[in-house]
Structure formats: C-alpha cells, structure tokens
C-alpha cells in the first residue's frame, strides 16, 4: 500500500508527534497534506517553532504539502479533506495528531475553555471521519487514526476538559469502527503516553523519566511508527481499539 495520500493534522513543530508521522509517511513513499495552527504553538509556555513547517517541508521535498487550519472553525475539516482530494485526486488515510490542551482544574474552570477542547478535540475529529468516510472511495485500506493521552489509566486532575475531550475521541473510536469498517476504513485511536516533545520543565521532565523503566520518555518516532503499523495491510483486522503504547510508564509511581 505504498503510494497513498494522507491527511496529518497537527503538524508545526519539527520535534511534534506529527512532524515525525510526516517523516515517516513519507518514507515510505506516501503523498501527505500536512495541517497545523504554528501559532498555538507561539502561545503555549514551551513556545513555537517559527521555522519548523518550511525546514520540515524542505525535508520531505515533494512528498508533502502544508496548509495551516484552525480546526476551531467547523468548516475546516470538510476544507481539508476536500483540499486533498483536490490536490492529489483521493484520500486514502486521515491521521488526526493535533490537540487543544489548556490548564483547567476544579475552581478555575472557564467555559471558552472547555468550549475549545471539545470542538477542537472532539467536534473536529467527527468531523474529519464523517468527510472522510464520503470521500473515500477505494473500498478497501482505508484509515483512520485518533490520538488520545491515556486518560481511563488514571487522573489528570489539572486538566479536567483535555481529559474529557480525549475521553471523547476514545469513545468515538469504538462508535465508529463498526460504521466505517463495511466501507473499508478501520478505525484505532493511539495513547502514546508522555513523549518528548519539548513541552516539559526540567524537573517535570527528570521526574516523568524515572517513572519509566528505561529512566527516559517515549519519543515521536515511537508514536510514529505504531501509526504506520496501523495503517499498513498488517493492520487490516484491527479496529475499534485503543492502544496503549507507553513503554511500561508508571502512572503512580
């Protein structure tokens, strides 16, 4: 199944999860759209990378193209699944890595905020299934690939709406699969668990480490790989799971 067009959200940052799905995609000779919001990134405490999609496309060369969506806004998905199919006359996979995660405990809680987790998190999501499940027309190797952060293994008592968000994409996983998989498409949602991307303090970072039993984090190549497994033939009967792939990470440790 080499030679396919892929759908990959959430790519800016060149150290990201979906910058390392796009390298690896791409060696395997696949076509991919790449999306991603650069500037949420510029925002967020661990900052942008405001070279990363240009040196990241140099990389890829030809195998890939770039266009930046707010997946806030509801027609975004539809745009983008339709973006590819204009582009490269099919769509054979979408491989939703972006997310919108935000501090929200008890007590400080505001509703623009858990408004933004769950459109960005959860409406967009369905929303790309639902367009791509219309475009597809290959009757067979279709994908779809979700990410979620392990909320079921245990508490995320800072972040209440990304842990209900992902509780949504994860449920959304076992609802569609039965729907789509006639159609040819499977459907399987990644937990990566902590993955170094840059994001973490660096006592959070020691900390986090030495609850491995390797004493360091999973890295986007990890989670890279498992996507390309599960887009792959091999993974033809795998649907509806969440897979857990955390190297042995000890959430109460």
């Given amino acids: 199944m080499a030679g396919r067009v892929f759908l990959v959200t959430g790519v800016s940052r060149r150290i990201g999860i979906g910058a390392a799905i796009a390298r690896t995609l791409a060696a395997d000779g696949h076509r991919l759209l790449l999306t991603g919001l650069p500037g949420y990134d510029d925002n ?12 990241l496309l140099a ?3 030809d195998a890939a193209d770039h266009v930046t969506a707010d997946l806030l806004d509801p027609a975004a998905p539809v745009a983008l699944v339709a973006e590819a199919v204009r582009r490269h006359g099919r769509l054979d996979a979408v491989v939703a890595a972006h997310a919108h995660s935000h501090p929200t405990g008890l007590g400080e809680l505001e509703v623009d905020q858990i408004d ?17 499940s219309a475009a597809f027309t290959a009757g067979a190797g279709g994908r779809l690939v979700f990410f979620s952060s392990g909320q079921r293994l245990g508490p995320m008592p800072t972040e209440l709406a990304y842990a209900a968000s992902k509780a949504g994409v994860e449920n959304l996983t076992a609802q569609l699969a039965p729907l789509l998989m006639p159609r040819g498409i499977t459907v399987n949602c990644l937990n990566p668990g902590p993955t170094d991307t840059g994001y ?3 006592d959070v970072h020691d900390a986090v480490a030495a609850r491995f039993p390797t004493g360091h984090w999973g890295t986007p190549e990890d989670a890279a790989r498992l996507v390309r497994f599960l887009c792959s033939p091999e993974a033809d009967w ?15 440790g």
């Fill in 59 to 61: 990389e890829l060369g």
């Fill in 44 to 55: 967020q405490p661990y900052g942008g990378d405001p070279d990363g999609v240009p040196a």
């Fill in 238 to 252: 795998i649907t509806g799971q969440v897979i857990d792939s955390e190297g042995g990470f000890n959430r109460y």
């Fill in 116 to 132: 933004r987790h769950l459109l960005v998190n959860v409406r967009a999501t369905l929303l790309l299934a639902d367009a791509f």
């Fill in 200 to 202: 973490a303090a660096p």
